[in-house]
């Protein structure tokens, strides 16, 4: 079993497999101007199995793939079927805006993958097209409905945005009335890549739980998975339930069992940190496997507290300048 210092069981490896992006959500990416990395500096599939291999005898047991948008990234449905085959990978979900997922959902139940993280910030198609910059509401939202047909694992996303999508918020939760489908919304983070930082968040937990509460008189809270980073409820009645992530607020890093690898392999203990080391350097360098899994036992084995310890010891890029899509969500 990993382990970190603080005594957190860390078993999860959240995996962006490109940077690319075929939406613009103004949250998360610059609309021009990006520099989205070579292919050569991506950490290739072969690279990823052989580090997943071996992390899975060490107590590795659910993988999430994001980016970036998985499904651009040429070959992912060879290297997903591998992954599921690893021994000891007993989970693998997918965060995906769902522009091109639909086509694949056959293939992706057929290897056992049936839980979906499915980005949708507003039922609202000009909404929509204002925050992603892309006209492809329709193409999201039949996607969600092919996946809620399919009776999948699905959890929709929606980073909460003063004057963007708070209209969104009792709609969205209206969805899980009559839907077996868990809505989550999540505190806006400063990982723009256009280095815009704010010192007040607005619409955080609270202020999201509040408007909920204001508009369906009660909600019950949910008994939270161990690891959730989640606070979950339901609407009496309602079939499926609702959870407001704190992202900004980070009240949940006392449960956190996550690592993280960008696509150029940088290895990160915290969404926070600026990177804790490059693991695709040391992998190209002949490093053998067991120096491989000692140097990710000694990054977990110097993880910070907390998200607030991680951001205050950056150091490469002290203020957060980068994009959610070069470090996967
Ligand atoms: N492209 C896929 C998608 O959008 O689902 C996967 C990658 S995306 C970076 C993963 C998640 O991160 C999405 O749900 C997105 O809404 C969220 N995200 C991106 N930038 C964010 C930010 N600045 N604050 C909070 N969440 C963010
Ligand atoms: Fe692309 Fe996802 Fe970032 Fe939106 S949040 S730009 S869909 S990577």
Redesign the pocket.
Known sequence: MLRDNHGREVDYLRL?VTDR?N?R?F???PEEGIDFVEKSSLLSFEELLRLIKLLAKEGLRKVRI?????FLRKDIMQFLKALTQIEGIEKVAI????TITARYLDELEAMGINSF???I?SLNKERFFEITKRDLFDTVWSCFEEMVRRNLDVKL???VMKEQNTEDIIPLIELARNKKVAIRF???????GAGRTRTVLEWDYVKILEMVKNHFGRVEKLVDPKHSTALNYKVPGFIGTFGIIP??TRSFCGTCNRLRLTPTGLIKTCLYDDGVFNLRDLMRASATDEQIVAAVKQAIGHRYKDGFEAEKARVKNPSISE???S???
């Open positions: 962006a992006c939406l959500c949250y998360c990416m994001t980016g970036g948008e998985p965060t995906t805006n769902g993280n499915l980005s910030d996303n929606c980073v999540i505190e806006e983070m400063p990982f723009n992202a900004y994009s959610m899509a470090i996967g969500g």
